[in-house]
C-alpha cells in the first residue's frame, strides 16, 4: 500500500518562506503525477501545483511566480518551494499522488496525503 507523508509545515510571517516536503512509501513502480492541493477554512480544497512525468508543471493562479515544486522521481519525493507568502494562503496544504503502479501489479487513480497545516500571520 502506497502512503504518502507531508512534512515541512509551520507558522511564517507575511512575506515570508516555507518548504512542504512529501514522501509516497511502498513498493512503487511508477507515479505520473505529484503535487500539493491546499484547503482554506471554510473553502474547497484547490490544486496549488504539480509536476508530471516528463516535467510538466502547472501552478494555480493564485501561486504563479510565489511557488515552485520539485521532483525527484528516484525518490519519490515532491517538494513545494514557496516564498512570498500572504495570509490567504493559510491553509491544511496535501500531497497528492496520481496514476501510481506498484512492483505488485496494483494501479491506484490516486493518493491523498493526511495534510499538515501552513498558517501566515503576523
Known amino acids: 500500500q502506497v502512503q504518502l507523508v507531508e512534512s515541512g509545515g509551520g507558522s511564517v510571517l507575511p512575506g515570508g518562506s516555507l518548504t512542504l516536503s512529501c514522501v509516497a512509501s511502498?513498493?512503487?513502480?511508477?507515479?505520473?503525477?505529484m503535487g500539493w492541493h491546499r484547503q482554506a477554512p471554510g473553502k474547497e480544497r484547490e490544486m496549488v501545483a504539480t509536476?508530471?512525468?516528463?516535467?510538466?508543471?502547472f501552478y494555480g493562479d493564485s501561486v504563479k511566480g510565489r511557488f515552485m515544486v520539485y521532483r525527484d522521481y528516484e525518490k519519490n519525493t515532491v517538494e513545494l518551494q514557496m516564498s512570498r507568502l500572504r495570509p490567504e494562503d493559510t491553509a491544511v496544504y496535501y500531497c497528492?499522488?496520481?496514476?501510481?503502479?506498484?512492483?505488485?501489479?496494483?494501479?491506484?487513480?490516486?493518493?491523498w496525503g493526511k495534510g499538515i497545516l501552513v498558517t501566515v500571520s503576523s
Open positions: 509536476r508530471s512525468l516528463g516535467d510538466y508543471t
Open positions: 497528492r499522488a496520481e496514476q501510481i503502479a506498484t512492483m505488485e501489479g496494483s494501479y491506484s487513480m490516486g493518493q
Open positions: 511502498g513498493n512503487i513502480r511508477s507515479i505520473y503525477a
